[in-house]
């Protein structure tokens, strides 16, 4: 690959700070709060034009769509999102589940509102670009913005960027599997003029399951082709379609190779489908503007090819049009840290136990061709030193990032598990910043009686 040497140049400080939080999504939105909560004077910082991450730029409604009857969670800021977006007219109920769809545009507004209720300094259209260390510490993050390439000095960094950019920026050791074995890109899509009356019959009519998940839906269908579960899910209702788009394929409406499965969500009272999660496109690496550029390409592509078989197949989709894209393609799998601490697929469904729990998570996988529900009661607890990087000493990682197998990484890559992360590393990051002791030394116990403090049950 071609080189060219960059001039040195002197950066303005763009800001400083004693907690910085980079990206916005559920794991940094409850980092930054958690931080603020704690005293320390925090920054999240946003290269979108909002927070939420997955939720607003994406459009991915489903926030907590495995909570049904005896599940248990960790509460917390993760829920606290929830409950604010209820309280704010920014959510409605989910159709297979104990819990609500966030809707994409009013949370933004809601997520705003908390960060200046909690005293967040938020920086939007900004990226972070690079790092300036001394020794294991970072001193500060650079960034790329319209205002120019600056810096934002940080006593501790918390990197919620989901794919462990900072980490990685720093020379953090880092695990990445081939793109073969990648979960898949995602371009969400939304739809007006449904009869949501008729579709409703429709799908009351064919009570579509978890049992239904078949080779079609490509990131949860194993070699055997299919879907791994505890049995349990087989005969729950799942919101999901497939055999509209195989019809689609047999009559020659839409092309063969179509990557064209997956699920609905919402629909508003005007006849707006607002989640079709229908799109996803495999072997692409997330890091690559390449293969961002291709999924975010083939991806809409294949969304039109959803539409048109919806139009021709489902009840009371017939009229119904495209009314918009998510603002960006969807990701799900690619770096992550080789932590203090690592679990793997049999700590989460053996309800793994650790002196240094953080919070918890239920015993809920979804991807690599698993799903299994949390219906049990069963849950997880979350160690520390997963948040935790070897290499640099005031530097958190919370989100998909963190330390972990495959099956485990298909249960802390969802939404509210990414927030239960986050929420410990700001508040461990603001206790690290407030006493000068580096990531992996900040007292565990006092960690764990401040988020206990914040409402998370850690045990």
């Excluded at 996988?365 to 799903?371: I, Q």
Aim: charged share 25%.
């Amino acid at each position: 690959m071609k080189k060219i040497l960059e001039p040195s140049r002197e950066l303005e400080v763009l800001a400083s700070c004693d907690v910085l939080v980079v990206g916005g999504g559920p794991a940094g939105m409850a980092a930054a709060l958690g931080a603020a909560r704690d005293g320390a004077n925090t920054i999240i910082l946003e290269r979108f034009g909002c927070l939420g991450g997955v939720l607003t730029t994406v459009g991915c409604e489903g926030y907590a769509w495995y909570r049904h009857e005896g599940t248990i969670e960790a509460g917390g800021i993760g829920r606290e999102l929830e409950e604010k977006a209820i309280r704010g007219n920014a959510a409605r109920a989910e159709p297979q589940s104990n819990s609500h769809a966030i809707d994409a545009e009013a949370f933004k507004y809601v997520a705003d509102q908390l960060m200046e209720e909690s005293g967040v300094r938020s920086i939007f259209h900004c990226w972070a670009v690079g790092v300036i260390k001394d020794s294991n510490r970072i001193k500060g993050v650079i960034t790329e913005s319209k205002s120019g390439r600056k810096v934002i000095l940080a006593n501790s960094v918390v990197d919620c960027s989901a794919d462990g950019d900072i980490a990685y920026f720093s020379g953090c050791e880092m695990e990445t599997r081939p793109k073969n074995e990648m979960l898949g890109l995602t371009v969400m899509l939304n739809c007006v003029g449904v009869d949501v009356a008729k579709f409703q019959e429709y799908i009351d009519e064919v009570k579509p399951t978890y049992g239904d998940w078949g080779t079609g839906f490509s990131d949860w269908s194993n070699k055997s082709g299919g879907i791994a579960t505890s049995r349990k899910e087989d005969n729950m209702f799942s919101p999901y379609l497939e055999e509209p788009f195989k019809r689609a394929k047999e009559d020659g409406l839409i092309p063969q190779d179509a990557k064209v499965c997956g699920t609905y969500s919402t629909f508003s009272e005007h006849g707006e489908a607002t989640q079709l999660n229908l799109v996803t496109i495999r072997g692409l690496d997330c890091t690559s503007v390449e293969d961002l550029t291709k999924g975010e390409v083939e991806g809409r592509k294949n969304c039109m090819h959803a539409i048109t078989a919806l139009r021709a197949y489902v009840p009371g989709f017939e009229n119904a049009k495209l009314r918009n894209f998510g603002m960006t393609v969807g990701t799900r799998d690619s770096r992550k840290i080789i932590g203090v601490e690592t679990i793997d697929g049999s700590y989460v469904t053996g309800e793994g136990r650790t002196e240094n729990s953080v919070g918890i998570f239920p015993e809920f996988l979804d991807g690599y061709g698993l799903v299994v529900l949390p219906t049990t009661g069963r849950y997880f607890q979350i160690p520390y030193g997963i948040l935790v990087p070897k290499d640099v000493d005031n530097l958190w990682v919370a989100g998909r990032a963190v330390a972990g197998d495959k099956a485990a990484h298909s249960s802390t890559r969802n939404m509210m598990c990414c927030a239960a992360t986050g929420q410990a590393a700001g508040v461990a990051a603001s206790i690290g910043s407030r006493l000068n002791v580096a990531s992996n030394n900040v007292p565990i116990n006092q960690l764990q009686e401040k988020l206990t403090e914040q409402g998370v049950r850690i045990n």
